[in-house]
């Protein structure tokens, strides 16, 4: 039988895709890293075909590598005797969870048939909602800014997981950089913020992004 990896999109229930739609109907169990995919999960499964892993918040390779582990025993059994379903959030191969379960399954677990369902990533959510186009030779990198990282380098970035707006906007402005945040984009919260105050911006949320142009390409567009 086969694991599915599914992509639910940014976090809307109605931007799953339609194959989405239709792998979460057909398994038998669906596997959950947090309450967010979990609630985007039940508008279309039963709460009791809902399963839910523990993957922790640290840096730690030992707890992480771990808990990849217990999450991979979990699942393995069910996906070996029925179809079953891992979702996250926005596309399963972009900064997902599913992706170090994936390679831990295949290394202790070869025996699993996974397949891929794509998902909205959070990526082309983000650029729709500011009107940015990635067209063909645009100079744009994918990068992780935690705890007030601030890569520079491109003319412009996407910074995922930006946990300290504040430090990361002042050091990309110091750098020539425009920067806009957004947060929790299509989560259908009440926190879902577009700006270009960093003070907006103050708590440590994992579900921030930002974008950053540098303002001589800013010019000459």
Known sequence: MTLYGIGLGPGSADLLTVRGKRRLESVDVVYSPGRLSRRV?????SESNLSDLEFPMTTDPEELQAA???AAAEVAPNAREADAAFVTLGDPCIYSTFGHLRRTLREQHPSIDIEVVPGVSSVTAFASVLGVDIDAGAELTLREATDGAAPIGPNRLILFKVTDAPTTYEKMTEAGYEVTFGRRLF???EEALVTNDPGKVTDR???TLAYAEKREATGSA
């Open 41 to 45: 999960a039940a508008e279309y499964v």
């Open 68 to 70: 990849w582990e217990t």
């Open 187 to 189: 989560m259908d919260t």
């Open 205 to 207: 949320d994992y579900y």
